[in-house]
């Protein structure tokens, strides 16, 4: 088992690329999309039965042991929620190395 | 009054209520998501098709182009002074994607106006659908050179998406791409086409529609009841009467303008109905899914709320006989 952050992110999913382009910047190489969920917050009810899904958001689920580069994704990922809305929530976790 | 009777009692409005009537009792009535988008797929692709058929019979005159043109003006113009209307009540970036969600059309409001034209035997032109598509974009990118030429402050976190996304997202988004490819294939194959296609374009048209507004009544509910105010611990409450008032003012506006164009023009009675409605409908597919990616600071909770909870069933109810009862005085 080895210590990490857990970082879960629920964004508006067409902010999806451009989160996955700071992973990318930040060298993380492993993440988890659920796209389509919904639930309520800041901006209303979001209920992702439209048409072509135009009120769904993603969930992210990220895992990372390097301390600075948590810093840095928790930076870009601030300026990026400050826009469109959503939650990013951080938690020790325990990871399995396998 | 006789228009509205006969308008309430047509069989796709019936199962618009059926499906507002299922929300209402709390019912677990619902049409599974991919089936809708199939249905909206369908419509898209038989309203283009039997556009295009029709546009091929039809011969290119100085009125076709005209009025294609105010079309593209007019989704151009509407964002401009909607923008103007709102902005001392909604923030900045909700006035603009309001604005741009206000100038584009709903193709769901056109198509059923054509159902609304068919079953009453009124002709109308296919190159309507053709202003349809093409008034599907102007908004878009109005609403968001609206929003960088007033935001000066915001311009700085404003430039995080690039104007090609924007445009290809606005002008190849998937439902204008099947409209206008929909289009141009019954235009290319004419009433040779039409009538390998029959069956499923025309016959199956109306019953399909009818299952597409069951869905839309539920989805339009939901936002409705959405629409209450929000309870303690939830925060965020939007001025809920602001959007009323908008909701059904916009369209009124709009289609006063609309009717206006179409008096100058001299359209028939079928085109002229359809030139309102498209000036009065409010985009709930296109304009959304490029303004979340192009202006994520405006709130979907507004202006997605407001075309799609207020402004579409105010059309399908009262709009579409509304306007027809004017211009038939008009005319």
């Known amino acids: 088992m080895k210590p990490c952050k857990r970082i879960e992110i629920v964004i508006e999913s067409p902010m999806v690329p451009s989160l996955i382009a700071i992973l990318k910047q930040l060298d993380i190489p492993g993440y988890t999309l659920i796209p389509d969920v919904r639930g309520s ?10 048409l072509s899904g135009e009120s769904s958001n993603s969930l992210i689920l990220i895992a990372c042991d390097d301390p600075s580069t948590v810093e840095q994704l928790l930076a870009a990922v601030r300026k990026l929620l400050s826009r469109s809305g959503g939650i990013c929530l951080l938690s020790d976790a325990q990871w399995l190395r396998h | 009054m006789s228009v509205f009777l006969s308008n309430l009692s047509s069989p796709p409005l019936l199962f618009f209520f059926l499906g507002v009537a299922a929300v209402l009792a709390r019912s677990d009535l619902e049409i599974p998501a991919q089936i809708a988008k199939f249905l909206s797929l369908y419509l898209l692709f038989a309203i283009g098709f039997k556009g295009g058929v029709a546009l091929s019979e039809s011969t290119i005159d100085s009125t076709m182009l005209l009025t294609l043109l105010c079309a593209v003006v007019l989704s151009a113009v509407i964002p401009v002074y909607t923008f103007v209307l709102l902005r001392g009540s909604f923030s900045l970036a909700d006035s603009a994607a309001i604005a741009a969600t206000y100038g584009s059309v709903s193709a769901v409001t056109f198509v059923t106006a054509t159902g609304y034209l068919d079953m009453q035997g009124i002709a109308w032109s296919g190159y309507l659908v053709a202003a349809m598509a093409l008034m599907e974009s102007p908004a878009i990118i109005v609403g968001i050179v609206l929003y960088k030429y007033f935001g000066k402050q915001q ?114 009675e079928g085109n002229a109905l359809l030139f309102v409605v498209l000036a009065a409908s409010a985009s709930y597919i296109a304009v959304p899914a490029a303004m979340r990616l192009a202006l ?32 038939k005085w008009l005319l």
């Not at chain 2, 597409?212 to 925060?235: E, K, N, T, Y």
């Open chain 1, 41 to 50: 917050g800041d901006r209303g009810v979001r209920r992702a039965d439209e």
């Open chain 2, 155 to 268: 311009i700085a976190t404003a430039q995080m998406f690039s104007w090609k996304e924007l445009l290809r997202e606005s002008l190849f988004n998937g439902s204008v791409l099947l409209i206008l490819g929909s289009m141009v294939i019954g235009w290319v194959t004419g009433t040779d086409g039409m009538h390998k296609l029959q069956p499923l374009v025309k016959d199956l048209f109306l019953g399909l529609l009818c299952l597409f507004l069951l869905d839309m009544g539920i989805v339009a509910a939901r936002r409705f009841r959405d629409l209450q105010p929000v309870r303690r611990g939830q925060s965020g409450g939007k001025p809920i009467r602001l959007m009323l008032a908008a909701g059904l003012m916009l369209p009124a506006v709009n289609a006063l303008v609309g009717l206006g164009i179409a008096v100058f023009l001299g359209l028939t």
């Open chain 2, 296 to 327: 994520p600071e405006a709130n979907p909770g507004s202006y997605l709320t407001m075309s799609l909870a207020i402004t579409f069933p105010l059309n399908l109810l009262i709009g579409i006989p509304a306007y027809h009862a004017a211009i």
